[in-house]
Each structure stands twice: as structure tokens, then as C-alpha cells.
């Protein structure tokens, strides 16, 4: 950080204040993300952090560093937001799993589900925020560790996050939430046992590495085959014997297990009714495909949904699908011909706008 531009922002120079958090912002909006489940609400919570930042940028003295600074003013940002609304889950996480027999079922609201993160165009880096986090960056935005985040109270969800992701220390992380380093350790071990309790033992980020690209190609290359064909045995047959398949905004998942996915798409997305083509791209640190379906009216593919892969060893264990159609009309039979309906317009930037993915394909 040069002298001279901070004090050229202190005397009200806006480019100058830019040039001083442009380097962050890429790494503030994804911990925002991490605080809120939505890049929507990260957006939201970022712009009222950097206009607080802006507005009390005499009162930063550089006794701690000026990403400590903007991180703590983002935490808090973020914290007044976690008190305006519902926390956000994912469809597995709300009810039961649905009987395929019955269609999907009616949807959740937007507040309420927590949305797709994309890697590449927010600049999501490899590695460790610090040496003393303990987890990756990509891992702490993967879609499991993202969700467990979103059960912790909220001081809890930020404390893990400041220290086990940005590698604050207990004093840091006491100052930035004006508590004590006693109560932050306190609420550190809370946060740990729970996110324990929730995600699984092995990483995302681990699992690929394990497979290496070779070994991830070949998963994802035979389960798109396997879906182009329109073959439902080759589709589960690489799908883990506790699979499940989601679909938000819906309340509606299926599985667990290789029979109730089979019967879903046998009903519904795989029963020849619509032709389907595909992106591969990554979301959360996770492989990603994102599906087109063929619309008449357009003589094109257009965008349906993002399906975010969670890979458990050589087999798919989780496929969860961020719809970007209408879904407000509650009867399973319309529910049933989405790749018909309308966009919505918001969920279309969640699934695909803000991945850069085309608005259409050719045939």
C-alpha cells in the first residue's frame, strides 16, 4: 500500500481509494459470500462495506494492516445482513426427500437457498489465505462447507471464518468483532464441533487432487455421455450408492440412493421429451456443467440449470442443480415441463450470468 495514495483517498480522491482496494476486492466479496451463502447478498454486503470504508477511511490509523481493516469492516457488513434474513440451505438440507412418483415439488423461497459461486470470473484463488488458515480457499466455498456455515449463529460463522480461512489470530479476531479473546475462543470451538458434525471427511479440493485430471475427466466425460444418450443406467451407474439430486429453488430432492434418481429421470429430465447440451465449467471449487435445453420458438439450446458435481472417490455422490426457469406455479404436472417455462430473471444471473456462460447455443 503506497503512502501517497492513501493519502490522496483520505483527502478524497475516489480513483486513489480504487487503486487501494481494487487487490481486495476479489477476496472481500468471496468472503462475503462465505458469511451470506449468495452472491446476490455478497454483492450487497461488499458495496455497503467499501462505501463504510470510503466513508471512515480518516479514522484508519495502519496499526493493523489495510486488508485487516477492509476485512473487518466486510465481516460486520455482513453480520448486519445475517440479521435481515432467513439463513439459506440447500434443498437437502430443508426436508425429506421426495418420492419421484410424485414430481418436483413446489420451491423455496429465494431468501432462503443458498446460491452457486462462480470460480473464475469472481478470481477465486488456490491455496491458503494466510499461513495460519486451516482451510483452502477453494474449500471454504465449496457448496457442503458453505451450507454447514450457514447453521452456525452468526458471531460463530464469523469467528471460523476469520481464523480456520483468513488465518486472523484470537486477538484479531476479537477486535474485528469487538468481543473478547476469551468469547472468541469460546465461540471457535462451538464453530468446530458443529462444522464437523456437517461436512465430509474428505474435501472436494482433496478428492480432485487424488484423482487427478485424468481420473476427473473421465468421471465427468462418461457421466455427460452417459446423459446425451439419454441412457439412465450408464447415468447412474456412475452415481455412489447414497447419491442424491436437488434442484434449486425447489424443495424437492431425490435419493438417497441410485433407484429414486433413476425413476426422477426416467419421469422427468431423461425421458425424451427434451434434447439437452452442455457447458463444463467449475462452481465452488467443484466441477460444474451447465445445461441448455432446446427451445423451439429460438431454434437454440437455452439455458436451464447449473449442475454442480460433488465427487466421492471415482463416483458422483451429489448433483445439485440451480434451476434457472419460473418454478412459481405449485402443480407437479407444470412443475414437470420447466424446460418450457420463462427465465427467472434473477436465478438466470445466479446459474449463468455470473459464470459468463452464453445466452444460447447453436444445434
Not at 118 to 133: I, K, Q
Not at 192 to 198: G, T, V
Amino acid at each position: 500500500m503506497s503512502t501517497a495514495t492513501l493519502d490522496q483517498a483520505r483527502a478524497g480522491d475516489e480513483q486513489a481509494f480504487e487503486r487501494l482496494i481494487r487487490p481486495h476486492k476479489a477476496e472481500l466479496h468471496a468472503h462475503c459470500y462465505r458469511m451470506l451463502g449468495s452472491v446476490h447478498d455478497a454483492d450487497d454486503a461488499l458495496q455497503d462495506a467499501l462505501l463504510r470504508a470510503w466513508r471512515g477511511l480518516e479514522k484508519f490509523e495502519g496499526r493493523s494492516s489495510l486488508k485487516s481493516w477492509l476485512y473487518t469492516i466486510a465481516t460486520n457488513a455482513s453480520l448486519n445482513a445475517i440479521e435481515k434474513r432467513p439463513k439459506r440451505v440447500l434443498p437437502i438440507d430443508y426436508g425429506p426427500p421426495t418420492d419421484p412418483h410424485d414430481g418436483p415439488s413446489v420451491p423455496l423461497t429465494e431468501a432462503a437457498l443458498i446460491e452457486p459461486y462462480p470460480d473464475e470470473p469472481m478470481g477465486l484463488a488456490d491455496g491458503f489465505a494466510s499461513p495460519d488458515a486451516s482451510y483452502e480457499l477453494r474449500e471454504s466455498v465449496e457448496l457442503a462447507f458453505v451450507a454447514a456455515l450457514q447453521y452456525l449463529p452468526a458471531n460463530q460463522r464469523a469467528v471460523l471464518i476469520l481464523r480456520e480461512v483468513l488465518g486472523f489470530s484470537a486477538k484479531e479476531t476479537a477486535e474485528a468483532l469487538d468481543t473478547t479473546v476469551q468469547s472468541a475462543n469460546s465461540a471457535l470451538q462451538r464453530a468446530r464441533a458443529s462444522i464437523d458434525e456437517r461436512v465430509p471427511d474428505q474435501s472436494q479440493q482433496q478428492t480432485l487432487r487424488a484423482l487427478g485430471d485424468d481420473g476427473v475427466n473421465q468421471i465427468v466425460g462418461a457421466y455427460v455421455d452417459a446423459w446425451q444418450a439419454g441412457d439412465i443406467e450408464a447415468v447412474v451407474a456412475m452415481l455412489s450408492e447414497e447419491a442424491t439430486f436437488s434442484m434449486p429453488p425447489l424443495a424437492s430432492w431425490f435419493g438417497p440412493g441410485r433407484a429414486a434418481i433413476a425413476e426422477f429421470l426416467a419421469r422427468y429430465p431423461l425421458n425424451g421429451t427434451w434434447k439437452w447440451r452442455h457447458i463444463r465449467t467449475r462452481a465452488n471449487g467443484q466441477e460444474a456443467l451447465a445445461y441448455y435445453s432446446w427451445d423451439d420458438d429460438e431454434a437454440a439450446f437455452i439455458p436451464f440449470a447449473l449442475n454442480v458435481l460433488t465427487i466421492q472417490g471415482d463416483k458422483i455422490s451429489d448433483v445439485t442443480a440451480f434451476i434457472s426457469r419460473e418454478t412459481e406455479d405449485p402443480d407437479p404436472e407444470v412443475l414437470a415441463r420447466m424446460p418450457e417455462h420463462a427465465f427467472h430473471r434473477r436465478r438466470l444471473a445466479a446459474a449463468f450470468g455470473n459464470f459468463g456462460m452464453p445466452d444460447k447455443l447453436a444445434a
